[in-house]
Antibody
Framework: EVQLVESGGGLVQPGRSLRLSCVGS????????MYWVRQRPGKGLEWVAG????????GYADSVKGRFTISRDNGKNSLYLQMNSLRAEDMALYYC??????????????WGKGTTVTVSS | EIVLTQSPAILSLSPGERATLSCRAS???????LAWYQQKPGQAPRLLIY???TRATGVPNRFSGSGSGTDFTLTINGLEPEDFAVYFC?????????FGPGTKVDIK
């Protein structure tokens, strides 16, 4: 079974950092692009960042560019999101999602259950 | 950045009726890279349609996608009780990828 499991969420003060992780199983992780998508409480979906299978293509939403860094370790079947200078508006449920192919421009065919980030003093 | 607008925000229908959901882009979506997702309360989104009209694996054929350029439509023919949910369109043809604000299909 194809599965994505996120971790690393929690309560953090404004201005601090947090690192999210996502472990994939049931598929060849290094063959696929991966993404982070977030959802603020009661709101819609917001694409946060994406990375191709070989790191050649990486992109960010304007709202997080310069503060967040997406990365992957194919040897560990893992995707990461380093979040720095966190703001109240970054508070959300963060989903990890798998792209349908290895390049960058793909839809998301498998989603994790998400990990919650709370930003508050 | 491509901005996606979805209408209506809320669609109140009865089981068995047809739902027509619209997604409009601020500029042409490259290669018609437009997807639709369904989300139910407390659940992660589920892929329904990709490439504007191709159903994902396991998606019933009452769901269909159409459109091109800047105007796309998701149609649900004969709403089933499990179809009442929120639907999001997403473009993945240019970075940053973007989602529409969603259409909630609820029971009339």
């Amino acid at each position: 079974e194809v599965q994505l499991v996120e971790s690393g969420g929690g309560l953090v003060q404004p201005g601090r950092s947090l690192r999210l992780s996502c472990v994939g199983s049931g598929f060849s992780f290094d063959d696929y692009a991966m993404y982070w998508v977030r959802q603020r409480p009661g709101k819609g979906l917001e694409w946060v960042a994406g990375i191709s299978w070989n790191n050649n293509n990486i992109g960010y939403a304007d709202s997080v560019k310069g503060r967040f860094t997406i990365s992957r370790d194919n040897g560990k079947n893992s995707l990461y999101l380093q979040m720095n200078s966190l703001r109240a508006e970054d508070m959300a449920l963060y989903y990890c999602a798998k792209g349908r192919g290895g390049g960058y421009y793909f839809y998301m065919d498998v989603w994790g259950k998400g990990t919650t980030v709370t930003v508050s003093s | 950045e491509i901005v996606l607008t979805q209408s209506p925000a809320i669609l109140s229908l009865s089981p068995g009726e047809r739902a027509t959901l619209s997604c409009r882009a601020s500029q042409s979506v490259a290669s018609s890279y437009l997807a639709w997702y369904q989300q139910k309360p407390g659940q992660a989104p589920r892929l329904l349609i990709y490439g504007f009209s191709t159903r994902a694996t396991g998606v019933p054929n009452r769901f269909s996608g159409s459109g091109s350029g800047t105007d796309f439509t998701l149609t649900i023919n004969g709403l089933e009780p499990e179809d009442f949910a929120v639907y999001f369109c997403q473009q993945y043809g240019s970075s940053p990828f973007t989602f529409g604000p969603g259409t909630k299909v609820d029971i009339k």
